[in-house]
């Protein structure tokens, strides 16, 4: 089974960035989908972004589109979240997911999981 571990999360102003890194210790195409989902305390999970593994396709909730981009390194077996134009509402902890049987943001907070990892902690301040 693969194992995830996030990292690059932290503490920024809003309107700057952070890139958010998943390491995968097998290879990711063992998952149909790979993506990004996020937690508040006190509220639902939210599925953030999503990419089929073998054909790149991507995925968006309404509130990161066009400033973040998800991409994958499969050579590398890394997910990347790239966070551009961050607002105070972006802060959360990040948890890196890999899914099967189909992809989509609300792939990734919907039924059984392959993995997922402990999360890294964004934190936007206004």
């Known amino acids: 089974q693969v194992q995830l571990v996030e990292s690059g999360g932290g503490s920024v102003q809003a309107g700057g960035s952070l890139r958010l890194s998943c390491a995968a210790s097998g290879p990711t195409y063992s998952s149909f989908c790979m993506g990004w989902f996020r937690r508040v305390p006190g509220k639902e999970r939210e599925g953030v972004a999503s990419i089929t593994v073998r054909g790149g396709t991507t995925g968006y909730v309404d509130s990161v589109k066009g400033r973040f981009t998800i991409s994958l390194d499969n050579a590398k077996n890394t997910l990347y979240l790239q966070m551009n134009s961050l607002k105070p509402e972006d802060t959360a902890m990040y948890y890196c997911?890999?899914?099967?049987?189909?992809?989509?943001?609300?792939?990734?907070?919907?039924?059984?999981?392959?993995?997922w990892g402990q999360g890294t902690l964004v934190t936007v301040s206004s």
């Open positions: 997911a890999a899914a099967s049987n189909w992809c989509g943001p609300a792939r990734l907070i919907s039924g059984n999981l392959d993995a």
